[in-house]
């Protein structure tokens, strides 16, 4: 049975592939909230909290934010905590836990479709997710042929994270229709794929920004 170290465990797309998955692989939990994790007093920005983990086959980083304003409302302090989230602390993970994985691994980063199309107020996430998408290519390039390294670029999704944009049937109506496909995604759109990009059956992907967001980055409809 894979052991596949997930960061970032009180994600809503962390815990639905927990829930479908669990029987399939021996899970790893790490998060800043104790009680969504296995190890305590972790902080994703500092390293010494980093458990010591040996022989894993996998790594999924979900930590990322959704901070959207005018591009001159930004403040310094705002760019500086999307870029310790969602790329300082992938760095970290990735740098730290590089000597555990096996022969053959699979790591799992996310990126947003506002990496690849242009779209207001969202300045400080495309800018720190679009360097997530170039770490993934270089890694990739770097670490063949033993370990794979792919990016997930969702659009938005029903979470958590996004529940301000799904406050009242008329912003839902609103979402959807920004979407080809009509809708916004689904948890177990994005941890269907996940499980795809940790399994055997991706064996020949890596080096990929895969987008899962109802056709918003290439389709005009």
């Not at 992938?90 to 555990?100: D, G, R, T």
């Not at 096996?102 to 980063?109: A, H, L």
């Amino acid at each position: 049975m894979k052991k596949i170290l997930l960061i970032g465990a009180s994600s809503d797309i962390c815990k639905q592939l927990y829930k479908d998955f669990n029987a399939n692989y021996e899970f790893l939990l790490l998060s800043s909230d104790n009680e969504e994790c296995d190890y305590e007093n972790f902080d994703i920005l500092n390293r010494q909290t980093y458990p010591k983990i040996s022989a894993i086959d996998g790594i999924v980083y979900f930590p990322g934010t959704i901070n959207l304003k005018p591009f001159e409302r930004f403040k310094e302090d705002d760019f500086t905590d999307d870029y310790n989230i969602n790329v300082k602390g992938l760095v970290n993970i990735l740098q730290f836990y590089k000597s555990s994985l096996n022969k053959g691994s699979s790591v799992v980063c996310f990126s947003t479709v506002a990496a690849k199309l242009g779209m207001p107020f969202h300045a400080s996430i495309a800018m720190c997710k679009a360097s997530v998408s170039s770490l993934c290519r270089t890694l990739a390039a770097e670490w063949s042929p033993n370990i794979r390294v792919n990016c997930i670029s969702p659009s938005l999704v029903d979470t958590k994270m996004g529940s301000k944009f799904f406050r009242n049937e008329q912003q839902i109506e609103l979402m959807n229709s920004r979407h080809p496909l009509k809708r916004t995604g689904r948890k177990t759109d994005i941890s269907n794929f996940i499980e795809f990009l940790l399994s055997e059956k991706s064996s020949w992907v890596t080096g990929q920004d895969i987008s899962i967001d109802g056709g918003m980055s290439t389709v005009k409809a």
